[in-house]
């Protein structure tokens, strides 16, 4: 290990410099604010980076919604080896408020340490990481290879989710490494083992049939605004706990936990300000539905009139945890807003989009070389970790490949504040997952070498 730890450290400078590169390309999946043609480039990038390290079939596959996937395969010389499929995406963010980055977006720049950038961690750096780690090995490759890095996760779109179920053997492996995600913390290893699934709505309620002096009939006319306020307010005990009626909210998460004061730092709370629910933090953010209003419609503070507003809307967001289909979390949030609605007001719920929660397997032996190859590489246990966002593809692969193991691993971490303003990456997180991937590949070939039956 002590050969590939060096070969891996000898690697960083390469490494930054590609991630500079890549930094540089805005691949921001969305026309609208940037040129398709950054997309193009990036997915040009990679598949040249990839054919340049034994990737030699390595193309451009174009998904469902336009977007372009790099796709290829490596064989290794052993016959009967298992075959291990790599994910990542080449998408990013927009960077939102470019006056709140600390440095420029799309410039990777070392600040105290960590290199900023968007796309630096989510997800840029796990395709740095994937490079690093087949480099290191060199010709020594203990498994056969597959490839695949898209272009649409941050968009949403589903191209890729499109994409595999059609071209199953294109992509069919034992183990995937979907490296989208993180650990716990800089140098705290981890798997993420589930993934919250999600339901979008919009609530919208209507009461007149305009507006209406405030003077002259504000107090019996009723209030759509108000209304919508006190249907919202239903959804939450006085504790911040999601009461929606007939979901649970009791579920306690049983993997490692995320301490309430890291969280408190991670997620920005002001001094003074509590933490919601009843349970721990790991509780409420992965074992438990969680909703938030994420935007309301009505008239706005500044040019607002002494009227009764006629109409209101809220755009709804519940994340939901593994074991609640969304069908059933779908229906109790649509009943509830109906029951909880006030004075007769006329109630539309729309769904915009919904999606299923994930959770992996972990007794398998592609898990057991990970957690061998973690605490190698960093000298501590891998613990497991929920995480409250959504990979729709996740599911994709679970139900095109039952077989096979999803391994969820990344360069990412709570400072990595991906999605916002001042993304960044750590250097030795990058360094220490590469070498992580490195070795994982060495010991799942050992174990299914070993022990070909547990595959």
Not at 298 to 310: D, L, M, Q
Not at 356 to 365: L, N
Request: with cysteine; net charge negative.
């Amino acid at each position: 290990m002590a050969d590939l730890r060096q070969r891996i450290a000898e690697l960083m400078p390469m490494a930054r410099d590609e991630l500079a590169e890549l930094v540089a390309i805005r691949s921001v999946a969305d026309p609208r604010q940037y040129p398709a043609s950054e997309c193009e480039r990036a997915a040009q990038w990679v598949l040249e980076k990839f054919a340049g390290i034994g990737f030699a079939d390595a193309h451009l596959e174009e998904t469902a919604d336009g977007s372009m996937a790099v796709v290829g395969s490596r064989k290794c010389s052993s016959s009967g080896a298992r075959t291990v499929l790599l994910y990542a995406h080449y998408d990013v963010q927009p960077p939102l408020d470019d006056a709140a980055w600390r440095t420029p977006p799309f410039e990777l720049t070392e600040v105290d340490g960590r290199w900023y950038g968007r796309g630096a961690a989510d997800c840029k750096g796990n395709i740095v990481m994937h490079l690093a780690a087949l480099r290191a090995l060199g010709d020594d490759l203990p498994v056969d290879l597959k490839l695949v890095v898209e272009g649409s996760e941050e968009q949403g779109t589903g191209g890729l989710e499109a994409f595999v179920p059609e071209h199953a053997d294109l992509l069919r492996a034992d183990a995937i490494l979907v490296c989208d995600t993180g650990n716990a913390a800089v140098g705290h290893p981890a798997a993420t083992v589930s993934l919250r699934g999600m339901v979008n709505v919009v609530v919208t309620v209507e009461a007149l049939a305009s507006e209406i002096h405030s003077g002259m009939f504000g107090g019996p006319a009723p209030d759509a605004l108000a209304a919508l306020v006190s249907m919202l307010s239903s959804l939450r005990d006085a504790k911040g706990n999601t009461t929606i009626t007939g979901l649970d909210n009791t579920r306690a998460w049983s993997g490692a936990p995320y301490p309430t004061d890291q969280f408190t730092a991670d997620a920005g709370v002001l001094d003074g300000v509590s933490l919601l629910g009843d349970g721990s933090v790991s509780d409420m953010l992965w074992a438990r539905p969680a909703v938030t209003i994420l935007g309301i419609d009505c008239p706005p503070v500044v040019g607002s009139a002494a009227a009764v507003v006629p109409k209101a809307a809220a755009r709804l967001n519940l994340r939901i945890p593994p074991g609640l289909p969304p069908e059933v979390a779908q229906r109790a949030l649509v009943d509830h807003l109906t029951t909880a609605a006030p004075w007769g007001v006329h109630v539309t719920v729309d769904i915009e989009a919904a999606g299923a929660p994930f959770e992996a397997a972990t007794d398998g032996p592609a898990y057991r070389a990970m957690a061998t190859a973690m605490q190698e590489a960093y000298g501590r246990p891998m613990t497991s970790l929920g995480q409250g966002g959504s990979i729709p593809l996740c599911n994709v692969f679970q139900e095109t490949y039952p077989q096979a193991e999803l391994i969820l691993i990344g360069v990412e971490e709570p400072q990595a504040l991906i999605h916002a303003p001042n993304e960044s990456l750590s250097p030795t997180e990058l360094e220490s997952m590469s070498l992580t991937e490195a070795l994982f590949l060495q010991h799942y070939a050992s174990l299914s070498r070993a022990h070909p039956s547990l595959t």
